[in-house]
Nanobody, 125 residues
Framework: QVQLVESGGGSVQAGGSLRISCAAS????????MGWFRQNAGNEREGVAS???????IYADSVKDRFTISLDNAKKISYLQMDRLKPEDSGTYYC???????????????????WGQGTRVIVSS
């Protein structure tokens, strides 16, 4: 059983930085994706960044050049480094993966079936 635990959320001022983490357990295969999604109050969940252990990473246009996703494959921990944060980056950030092997990164929530509990990010203007 695959489980995800997120941490690192908090409140920062616009222009600041924050790093959030997602620790995965139960991933026994060696080809997989992990993704970060966010949800603002009242809106649908949207993909922010995704990384595949073999293929690489992709980003939403809104965060490209500001956010960096990384993966410690040995520890199965994904990090999302968020720099130059904007108020519109605020929301609950969710880590996600699929509990079977996958072969590409993806920003589509429909391609994930395992989710973390979410960690809140608040960016003040």
């Amino acid at each position: 059983q695959v489980q995800l635990v997120e941490s690192g959320g908090g409140s920062v001022q616009a222009g600041g930085s924050l790093r959030i983490s997602c620790a995965a357990s139960g991933i026994t295969y060696n080809t997989y994706r992990m993704g970060w999604f966010r949800q603002n109050a009242g809106n649908e969940r949207e993909g922010v960044a995704s990384i595949h252990d073999d293929v690489g990473a992709i980003y939403a246009d809104s965060v490209k050049d500001r956010f960096t996703i990384s993966l410690d494959n040995a520890k199965k921990i994904s990090y999302l480094q968020m720099d130059r944060l904007k108020p519109e980056d605020s929301g609950t950030y969710y880590c996600a993966t699929k509990d079977t092997p996958s072969y590409t990164p993806s920003l589509s929530p429909q391609l994930y079936n395992t989710w973390g509990q979410g960690t809140r990010v608040i960016v003040s203007s």
